[in-house]
């Protein structure tokens, strides 16, 4: 899509909020970003997996708009892992095949990540995706995420997985076994 300027594309949270938007609007996103997930990702995502990502962290669920369509998605999350880090999580991350080459996952990407650093104070993020996903890990791998496992027949294809991590400061290195545990006011753990 060489004639769409890049400036022109809208990076917004996506918004629950019932007060601004109708509930058939909110429910009509919700089935339009699932649906661009369920066409550009291997794994099928109930409603309720949106919702529960949504509800708890919404400011991590970001969309890229190009006047009324979605043509990105970023879905994640951040919670405490065995109580000795804040751990960030990236669930999902699609562009509409259209769209792609004009960075837009790359700023959804830059969008998260400094989200998760900078107001979660993250230690670590990971992510799983398709090891014969090249374009992907390539992705991944330029923003620092390393590979760390391989799961074997991790999705419902079959395929296997590497699980990815990003390192954000010392605490991500050292085992949970010798960690200091967090204080029970930097927990984070869902809401709902």
Excluded at 37 to 65: G, M, Q, T
Aim: proline share 2%; charged share 25%.
């Amino acid at each position: 899509m060489s004639n769409i300027d890049i400036n022109d594309i809208v990076y917004t949270p996506l918004s629950l909020d019932t007060s601004k938007h109708s509930k058939e609007s909110i429910n009509s996103t919700i089935l339009e970003l699932k649906s661009l997930i369920d066409k550009h990702l291997s794994e099928p995502y109930s409603i309720y997996v949106y919702r529960f990502f949504l509800n708890n962290w919404p400011e991590l669920c970001l969309i890229a708009k190009y006047g009324d369509e979605i043509i990105g998605c970023i879905i994640s999350k951040v919670e405490t892992h065995r109580n000795v880090r804040i751990r960030g999580y990236i669930g999902m991350l699609a562009v509409n095949e259209q769209y792609r080459g004009l960075g837009i996952a790359k700023k959804l990407i830059d969008l998260n990540l400094n989200s998760m650093i900078n107001t979660y104070k993250c230690d670590e993020i990971i992510l799983e995706t398709e090891v014969v996903n090249k374009t992907a890990l390539k992705l991944y791998e330029n923003f620092g995420f390393i590979r760390i496992k391989r799961l074997f027949r991790y999705y419902l294809n079959k395929h296997d997985a590497y699980r990815l991590i990003l390192p954000i400061n010392e605490k991500s290195t050292i085992r949970s076994t010798f960690s200091v545990i967090l204080n029970k006011e930097e927990l984070i753990e869902s809401k709902y």
